[in-house]
Protein backbone atom coordinates (compact mmCIF):
# COMPACT_ATOMS: atom_id res chain seq x y z
CA UNK A 1 0.00 0.00 0.00
CA UNK A 2 1.38 3.29 -1.10
CA UNK A 3 0.85 6.24 1.53
CA UNK A 4 -0.73 9.05 0.11
CA UNK A 5 1.49 12.60 0.89
CA UNK A 6 -0.19 14.73 3.10
CA UNK A 7 0.26 17.51 0.63
CA UNK A 8 -0.16 18.30 -2.78
CA UNK A 9 2.82 19.76 -5.09
CA UNK A 10 0.83 22.71 -5.78
CA UNK A 11 0.29 23.92 -1.99
CA UNK A 12 4.28 22.59 -1.73
CA UNK A 13 4.57 25.14 -4.51
CA UNK A 14 2.75 27.95 -3.20
CA UNK A 15 5.02 27.76 0.68
CA UNK A 16 8.02 27.49 -1.74
CA UNK A 17 6.98 30.64 -3.50
CA UNK A 18 6.28 32.62 -0.33
CA UNK A 19 9.31 31.37 1.40
CA UNK A 20 11.75 32.55 -1.55
CA UNK A 21 9.93 36.54 -1.63
CA UNK A 22 13.19 37.21 0.49
CA UNK A 23 16.08 36.28 -1.40
CA UNK A 24 14.11 37.32 -4.50
CA UNK A 25 13.44 41.04 -2.91
CA UNK A 26 17.30 41.20 -1.73
CA UNK A 27 18.37 40.05 -5.17
CA UNK A 28 16.03 43.05 -6.83
CA UNK A 29 17.50 45.75 -4.27
CA UNK A 30 20.92 44.53 -5.49
CA UNK A 31 20.06 45.29 -9.19
CA UNK A 32 18.58 48.32 -8.15
CA UNK A 33 20.94 49.22 -6.36
CA UNK A 34 24.18 48.35 -8.85
CA UNK A 35 21.76 50.40 -11.47
CA UNK A 36 21.92 53.54 -8.93
CA UNK A 37 25.41 53.17 -8.73
CA UNK A 38 26.06 53.08 -12.76
CA UNK A 39 24.06 55.76 -13.11
CA UNK A 40 25.85 57.52 -10.93
CA UNK A 41 28.96 57.29 -12.15
CA UNK A 42 27.53 57.88 -16.08
CA UNK A 43 25.32 61.39 -15.20
CA UNK A 44 27.26 62.15 -11.89
CA UNK A 45 25.63 62.87 -8.24
CA UNK A 46 23.95 65.62 -9.31
CA UNK A 47 21.46 64.24 -11.40
CA UNK A 48 18.45 63.59 -9.50
CA UNK A 49 17.90 59.59 -8.96
CA UNK A 50 14.89 59.61 -6.28
CA UNK A 51 12.54 57.36 -8.57
CA UNK A 52 15.32 54.47 -8.21
CA UNK A 53 16.14 55.58 -4.50
CA UNK A 54 12.00 55.27 -3.83
CA UNK A 55 12.45 51.85 -5.56
CA UNK A 56 15.17 50.59 -3.53
CA UNK A 57 13.71 51.79 0.14
CA UNK A 58 10.34 50.22 -1.13
CA UNK A 59 12.56 47.00 -1.60
CA UNK A 60 13.89 47.06 1.44
CA UNK A 61 10.92 47.35 3.11
CA UNK A 62 9.67 44.41 1.24
CA UNK A 63 12.53 42.42 2.20
CA UNK A 64 12.02 43.15 5.71
CA UNK A 65 8.65 42.54 5.89
CA UNK A 66 8.86 39.24 3.94
CA UNK A 67 11.84 37.95 6.42
CA UNK A 68 10.27 38.78 9.36
CA UNK A 69 7.08 36.32 8.03
CA UNK A 70 9.38 33.65 6.99
CA UNK A 71 11.50 33.70 10.22
CA UNK A 72 7.55 33.64 11.88
CA UNK A 73 6.92 30.35 9.50
CA UNK A 74 10.05 28.86 10.53
CA UNK A 75 9.67 29.29 13.88
CA UNK A 76 7.15 26.49 13.72
CA UNK A 77 10.03 24.10 13.12
CA UNK A 78 11.56 22.67 15.78
CA UNK A 79 15.18 24.56 16.61
CA UNK A 80 18.38 22.64 15.55
CA UNK A 81 16.39 20.66 13.18
CA UNK A 82 17.90 19.60 9.91
CA UNK A 83 14.30 20.70 8.21
CA UNK A 84 14.99 23.93 9.70
CA UNK A 85 18.38 24.34 9.14
CA UNK A 86 18.10 23.63 5.48
CA UNK A 87 15.18 26.13 5.08
CA UNK A 88 17.02 28.98 7.05
CA UNK A 89 19.75 28.11 4.76
CA UNK A 90 18.05 28.20 1.20
CA UNK A 91 15.07 31.06 2.31
CA UNK A 92 16.87 33.80 5.06
CA UNK A 93 20.22 33.00 4.32
CA UNK A 94 19.20 32.67 0.50
CA UNK A 95 22.37 29.59 -0.32
CA UNK A 96 22.61 27.85 -3.52
CA UNK A 97 21.81 24.11 -2.85
CA UNK A 98 25.41 23.00 -3.62
CA UNK A 99 26.56 25.68 -0.10
CA UNK A 100 23.44 24.44 1.70
CA UNK A 101 24.82 20.81 0.71
CA UNK A 102 28.28 21.85 2.08
CA UNK A 103 26.57 23.55 5.31
CA UNK A 104 25.13 20.70 6.34
CA UNK A 105 27.25 17.78 5.36
CA UNK A 106 24.57 16.34 2.74
CA UNK A 107 24.14 15.12 -0.47
CA UNK A 108 21.35 16.65 -2.52
CA UNK A 109 18.86 13.46 -2.52
CA UNK A 110 18.86 13.64 1.60
CA UNK A 111 18.87 17.65 1.44
CA UNK A 112 15.62 17.71 -0.71
CA UNK A 113 14.12 15.08 1.76
CA UNK A 114 14.25 16.95 4.68
CA UNK A 115 13.50 20.28 2.46
CA UNK A 116 10.08 18.66 1.55
CA UNK A 117 9.43 17.35 4.76
CA UNK A 118 9.62 20.61 6.70
CA UNK A 119 7.13 21.99 3.70
CA UNK A 120 4.59 19.10 4.71
CA UNK A 121 5.34 20.07 8.52
CA UNK A 122 4.60 23.77 7.73
CA UNK A 123 1.73 22.90 5.52
CA UNK A 124 -0.28 20.58 8.25
CA UNK A 125 -0.47 23.84 10.62
CA UNK A 126 -3.52 25.83 9.79
CA UNK A 127 -1.50 29.37 10.89
CA UNK A 128 1.11 28.73 7.91
CA UNK A 129 -1.99 27.28 5.43
CA UNK A 130 -3.45 31.21 6.16
CA UNK A 131 -0.65 33.40 5.77
CA UNK A 132 0.26 31.73 2.60
CA UNK A 133 -3.24 31.47 1.74
CA UNK A 134 -3.53 27.92 1.01
CA UNK A 135 -7.28 26.43 1.92
CA UNK A 136 -7.71 23.94 4.70
CA UNK A 137 -6.86 20.54 4.35
CA UNK A 138 -9.78 18.21 3.74
Avoid at 110 to 134: F, H, M, Q, W
Amino acid sequence: MDKKPSTSKNERQVLKKFLARYCKAKKQQRILQDRLVRIRSEFGNETKHSEIEARIKDQKEQAEKSVHQIMEILDILPQGSIERTIMELRHIDCKTWKQIQIAVFLTSSPCYVYYNKGLDTLLAESKVRKIIGVSKKA
